[in-house]
């Protein structure tokens, strides 16, 4: 089993900027995607980036040109830097990571962290 732990986010102004870091620990693992999910209320979960071991970035249209996902496969860590936030960019945060632990496949959730974009 991989564990994430994730850190950063806050209440922020809008056109304000945000950190978001989650570091995977485990056993004899490899991630092959990371990344990061956020659930608004009575909304479902939806992606907000992710990113390959080779460095392959995906986003969501919402949030291009303005977050920026990166990741130390050395440290097995990812982080999302959330510049301009919106207040339609509030909600709960979540990493995910999938790849192999002990070659047995795994898909991994943090336990969320709350952003909030307000005035």
């Known amino acids: 089993q991989v564990h994430l732990v994730e850190s950063g986010g806050g209440l922020v102004q809008p056109g304000g900027s945000l950190r978001l870091s989650c570091a995977a620990s485990?056993?004899?693992?490899?991630?092959?995607?990371m990344g990061w999910y956020r659930q608004a209320p009575g909304k479902q979960r939806e992606l907000v980036a992710d990113?390959?071991?080779?460095?392959?970035?995906n986003y969501a249209d919402s949030v291009k040109g303005r977050f920026t996902i990166s990741r130390d496969n050395a440290k097995s860590t990812v982080t999302l830097q959330m510049n301009n936030l919106k207040p339609e960019d509030t909600a709960v945060y979540y990493c995910n990571a999938d790849g192999q632990a002990l070659r047995i496949p795994f898909v991994s959730w943090g336990q969320g962290t709350q952003v909030t974009v307000s005035s």
């Open positions: 990113i390959t071991s080779g460095g392959h970035t």
């Open positions: 485990g056993i004899a693992f490899s991630i092959n995607v």
